[in-house]
C-alpha cells in the first residue's frame, strides 16, 4: 500500500502499550478502541492488530497487491477509484485501485483494517505510535507521502472472504459484502454530546455549585486539544480551599481541573501522572463518544455510578462478542 496524500494525521495504532507506564512510557494507542475493535473483527484480525488510524481529514492510499479492508468510525466520506464506499463492512480492493478519503461528515476519526494487519515492528510489545518520543507504528511517525505499508499474512477465514468477494466482484475494482454491522452495534455519534461519568477521586474537594456545574452545564472541546486530552471551555470549575497533591496515576478518561478552572479530559496519549485534582472518570462505554467530537462541539456529563458503569461496559462487551459469533457464521 503506497501513501500519495498523507492526510491531516493518519497514524498506525493498536489497543495500546501497556506494562510500561512506571518507566514514564505512556500507553497510547487508539482513540477509539470499540471502531478499531470491528474494523478487525470486519477483516478476521485479532482485536489488537494495528489500524490505520484517520483524524478528521483522511489520506489517499493507492493499493499495490489485492485486499480486504474495512473502515469504522466517523464517516470520512471514503471513496475507492472516484466511488463512494459504505463502512462497518468487509470490502475486497483491487491491485493498482485508490482509496481516497474526504473531509469528515461525521465524528472525528476513522480506522482503516486490512486482513493480515499492517507489517510494523512491535515496540515493548505494541505497534502503536507514540508520536512524542518517535517510537511505534511507522518509525515512529504519522504517515507521510510516498511511504511504503506492507501487511502480514492473512487468516483461512480472512482468505475465505476475499475469495468470495473477488468472485462477486467480477472485472470491477472493488467489491463490498452485502452486509454489514447492525445499527445496535454501532456507536450513535449524533448522542456523542452525552458523557457518562463517575466521581473522581477528589471530587469532594470542589464547591457544591462547581460540582452541580459539572453535570448541568454545556462544555465546549477547545481547538488546543489533542490525543493527550481534551481542553473543556465552559464554567470554570473551583476547589472549595486551595489543597496540594502528589501527583498520581490517572487513566483514559480521567477528568483532571487545573487551576484556571476548565477541565481536562484525559485520552490515548496521556501522560502517565497527574498532579490536579480528578473531578470524574469518563466511564469506558463512552470513551469511543470521546474520540468522536470534533473541536468547537459541545457536551455535557452525565453522572452514573461505579456500578452503573460496570454493567454498562459488560453489555458493551457481549454486544462485541455476539457480533463477532455473527461474522463468523456467516463463513461456516
Known sequence: ?????????????????????????????????????????????????????????????????????????????????????????????????????????????????????????????????????????????????????????????SSSMLKELKEYAGNVNWKAMDWYVATEFIPKHADSNQIRVMKGREFDWFTKESQTALVSEAFSVDTKSDRMGYRLKGVPLKTANKQNMISEAVAFGTVQVPSEGNPIVLLADRQTTGGYPKIAQVASVDLPKMAQLKPGEKIKFTMISHEDAQQLFLERERLIQQLAQGIKLKYR
Not at 1 to 12: A, P
Open 1 to 157: 500500500m503506497k501513501v500519495v496524500k498523507s492526510g491531516m494525521l493518519t497514524t498506525v495504532q493498536d489497543l495500546g502499550r501497556f506494562g510500561y507506564q512506571k518507566h514514564g512510557v505512556i500507553a497510547s494507542g487508539v482513540m477509539d478502541p470499540e471502531a478499531h475493535r470491528i474494523a478487525n473483527l470486519l477483516v478476521g484480525n485479532n482485536s489488537n492488530s494495528p489500524t490505520l488510524e484517520i483524524t478528521l481529514v483522511g489520506p489517499e492510499l493507492e493499493f499495490q497487491e489485492d485486499a480486504l479492508i474495512s473502515i469504522c468510525g466517523g464517516n470520512s466520506s471514503p471513496m475507492i477509484d472516484g466511488s463512494p464506499v459504505g463502512l462497518w463492512r468487509p470490502i475486497y480492493i483491487k491491485a493498482g485501485s485508490e482509496l481516497r478519503f474526504g473531509n469528515i461528515k461525521e465524528g472525528c476519526r476513522s480506522y482503516l483494517a486490512v486482513a493480515g494487519g499492517y507489517a510494523v515492528p512491535e515496540i515493548m510489545n505494541s505497534t502503536s505510535t507514540y508520536l512524542r518520543a518517535g517510537i511505534g507504528g511507522y518509525e515512529g511517525r504519522a504517515l507521510q507521502k510516498n511511504d511504503l505499508l506492507s501487511t502480514l499474512e492473512m487468516s483461512e477465514f
